[in-house]
């Protein structure tokens, strides 16, 4: 019961502005019903109910604690303004929530980046530098900072990626459900950021997610389940061996041998310190 909705009695307020509905039994409990009703259907407004008597209401509309609008509905006093008041304030915390969510992928990258990247680093022993690669330890006089990497801790943070909150926005339209992806660092957010976003673009991952909710039965709202993994398969379909021509084949066998050659080079490279 005391997780369930509730309505909010200012009891200094009813007994000091209306006391004649605060020590009216009847009064209080028509009010406090009608009240419940109001606050449950916002932002609809809901039907004028039969049961009232007509003496009550009319003292509740003439105090102003229940006012009449077009079609015989109904809201209460205070209603809108609390309500709006409370979009706002979860507007404010999904947006620091999401930029935060952001800005920690932002580091994150950053600070893969950076580690991929050789280092050189002059030791205390011998004059030369050697190459830093993610295996391989090598002593530094440097601190690392908050996001892993080598550099002063008063650097300014990284930029948080605008693609990466716009498609955040989106999740959070499109499933109706705010903080929908605000972690883009593990789980369903870094696979729409890693493997759609980042290689497709956002153009494309808003036109496959607006597919996908656009196949949902009986105008419900998807879930981060059903536009993530319905969107992989429009912008990473898995070609069927079975249909695959001797050409397709061919092509697939030589794309894959150039991303390993691609690879090798790479390597090379970083072990070289060309890169």
């Known amino acids: 019961m005391a997780e369930g909705r509730f309505v909010p009695v200012y009891y200094e307020d009813l007994e000091t502005n209306f006391p004649e509905v605060w020590r009216d039994a009847r009064s209080f409990w028509t009010w406090a019903r009608m009240a419940a009703q109001a606050d449950r259907l916002w932002p609809d407004r809901p039907e004028v109910p039969a049961w009232p008597t007509k003496t009550v209401l009319k003292r509740?509309?003439?105090?102003?604690?229940?006012?009449?609008?077009?079609?015989?509905?109904?809201?209460?006093?205070?209603?809108?303004?609390?309500?709006?008041e409370e979009l706002e304030r979860r507007t404010l915390a999904s947006d620091s929530a999401r930029n935060a969510a952001a800005s920690r992928w932002s580091r994150s990258r950053s600070a893969d980046r950076s580690a991929e990247r050789p280092k050189r680093h002059a030791t205390n022993?011998?004059?030369?530098?050697?190459?830093?690669?993610?295996?391989?330890?090598?002593?530094?006089?440097?601190?690392?900072?908050?996001?892993?990497?080598?550099?002063?801790?008063?650097?300014?943070?990284?930029?948080?990626?605008?693609?990466v909150l716009k498609l955040q926005k989106l999740a959070e339209s499109l499933t109706s459900r705010p903080y929908a992806m605000a972690?883009?660092?593990?789980?369903?957010?870094?696979?729409?950021?890693?493997?759609q976003l980042a290689p497709h673009g956002y153009a494309r991952v808003e036109a496959a997610w607006r597919r996908v909710t656009s196949q949902i039965v009986d105008g419900k709202r998807p879930t981060m389940r059903q536009l993530?993994?319905?969107?992989?398969?429009?912008?990473?379909?898995?070609?069927?061996?079975?249909?695959?021509?001797?050409?397709?084949?061919s092509a697939e066998a030589q794309a894959s041998f150039d991303r390993r050659v691609e690879?090798?080079?790479?390597?090379?490279?970083?072990?070289?310190?060309d890169e």
Not at 137 to 160: H, L, N, Q
Not at 238 to 245: A, G, M
């Open 60 to 84: 509740l509309v003439e105090l102003g604690l229940v006012v009449l609008v077009d079609g015989g509905r109904y809201t209460v006093r205070g209603l809108d303004k609390k309500r709006q």
């Open 125 to 163: 022993d011998a004059r030369h530098t050697d190459i830093q690669t993610p295996n391989s330890v090598v002593a530094s006089d440097e601190a690392p900072t908050e996001s892993g990497v080598f550099g002063s801790a008063d650097e300014d943070p990284p930029r948080v990626d605008p693609e």
């Open 228 to 249: 993530v993994f319905g969107a992989d398969a429009i912008l990473n379909p898995v070609p069927n061996p079975q249909k695959l021509t001797e050409s397709d084949r």
């Open 263 to 273: 690879r090798t080079r790479r390597e090379l490279a970083a072990l070289r310190g």
């Open 183 to 195: 972690n883009v660092y593990s789980g369903l957010g870094l696979k729409a950021v890693e493997e």
